[in-house]
């Protein structure tokens, strides 16, 4: 797979699988973190996005909810997997389903389940 493989230890490769999905499912999981921890949504006026920022311990990540401001109908989700220094990133929109939902229901399942810590600043 294009990206993937073994990276050196010192190296500055940055490792980054993306997902387009379509899924109300995906979407209204994603929707749901949103809104329960709508007070805790940050704002960086360089990019124009809103965001949330989670950290779990087991398996040990961080997650960015995110939106550029005032849009409706998508969101992001990053991942970066701290045992191997991974990233995934999923762009999760409303409508007739279109993309394998299948992993990224898995992690917002797991996101509504798992406690985490909800990180108040960048």
């Known amino acids: 797979m294009f990206g993937m493989g073994k990276k050196e230890p010192d190296s500055d490769e940055l490792t980054v699988q993306v997902h387009a999905v379509t899924s109300d499912d ?3 999981l994603a929707q749901k973190i ?3 921890n709508g007070r805790t949504i940050h704002v960086d006026p360089k990019s124009g996005k809103e965001f949330l920022h989670f950290a779990y311990a087991n398996p040990k990540c961080v997650v960015w909810l995110q939106h550029d401001q005032g849009r409706q109908g998508i969101l992001e989700m990053i991942v970066r997997w701290e045992a191997d220094q991974t990233h995934e990133v999923f762009v ?3 409508g007739q389903k279109a993309g ?3 992993r990224a229901t ?3 399942n797991s996101m509504l389940t798992t406690p985490s810590v909800v990180i108040s600043n960048q």
């Open 26 to 28: 995906a979407f209204k």
């Open 34 to 36: 949103w809104n329960e």
């Open 92 to 94: 999760l929109t409303t």
């Open 100 to 102: 394998d939902d299948a």
């Open 106 to 108: 898995a992690l917002l």
